[in-house]
């Protein structure tokens, strides 16, 4: 008998045969393994369908499916009540995380629809390979990492962190800035916008928001922060990775033609071509 991935096998046959089945019969065992296909359910949160910039995100989106993964696209429409105060208001945060968490019920294991879910917000594109890089990190969260350079901030800065509400106590800072071009795997805390999120992942949730933050100050309330601390207090694993083909078009200003041409590239568009679509 031989014992392949679990499962039992018993050979009965010439006895001069016997030495080469079991060789066979791992070779097959094997690609019956190999050829499993994911099954990922990939979008976000998103003010409007009809832009340029929508449509390039949503081309990454589709640019992740090959024979590993079926990747199914969902987008839900945010139009958070708009005011005259900061940026995000708890009101907006509020709307968006309920977004957030409908995803995660979607694609929530106890369903048996999907294997995981790709939550990337509207202004993030990712190029060919993305989904797949990320799939192959140790952890039940992922973060694919990309660089922005926010208002009043006179660096770009990667959109997760080792510290709350957002900082790094460790090195890791220092090391992605020397390396951001290179593929490498980094524990961290927290982190958001492409999440890769798998098994435990779901253990913990967006909304309803944590009460001990609805109210507090600058970032705090975020509804990144109740999911991550939530995945912290279960001793799930988070790591970022940084290397990969993303791109994130924060606001209009930064949404130039330059850029927009730059993400077409990203998705594997002519750089001066055209497209029925965008």
């Known amino acids: 008998s031989l014992s392949l991935s679990g499962v039992l096998v018993y050979w009965v046959g010439p006895p001069e045969a016997h030495r080469m089945v079991p060789r066979k019969i791992q070779r097959a ?5 190999m050829a499993k296909k994911y099954r990922i359910l990939a979008g976000g949160p998103t003010r409007e ?15 992740q499916r090959d024979d590993r993964f079926n990747v199914q696209l969902t987008h839900e429409e945010v139009r958070p009540p708009e005011s005259d105060g900061p940026r995000w208001t708890l009101d907006k945060i509020d709307a968006v995380a309920r977004v957030r968490q409908s995803f995660m019920n979607e694609a929530h294991p106890l369903h048996n629809r999907f294997d995981g879910l790709f939550m990337v ?14 799939w192959a990190v140790n952890a039940a969260v992922v973060y694919g990492v990309f660089w922005t350079q926010w208002p009043g901030f006179s660096a770009e800065l990667p959109q ?15 090391e992605m800035l020397l390396a951001k071009n290179e593929v490498r795997e980094y524990p961290v805390f927290g982190g958001g916008a492409c999440t890769l999120i798998r098994g435990r992942g779901f253990d913990s949730h967006y909304h309803p ?25 279960r001793s799930i694993r988070q790591v970022a990775i940084t290397g990969l083909p993303i791109l994130h078009l924060y606001d209009e200003s930064q949404q130039t033609p ?16 055209t497209d029925s679509e965008l």
């Open 29 to 33: 065992t094997r690609c019956f393994f």
């Open 49 to 63: 369908r009809e832009s340029d910039l929508y449509q390039l995100h949503k081309r990454g989106l589709e640019a």
């Open 121 to 134: 917000d509207s202004d993030v594109i990712v190029g060919a390979g993305v989904l797949e890089r990320m």
């Open 160 to 174: 997760v962190w080792d510290t709350h509400p957002y900082g790094f106590y460790t090195d890791a800072l220092k």
């Open 209 to 233: 928001l944590l009460d001990g933050l609805r109210y507090a100050d600058g970032m705090w309330k975020g509804e990144d922060r109740t999911y991550c601390l939530g995945l912290e207090a």
């Open 258 to 273: 330059a850029a927009l041409a730059e993400a077409r590239e990203l998705i594997g568009l002519e750089k001066n071509g």
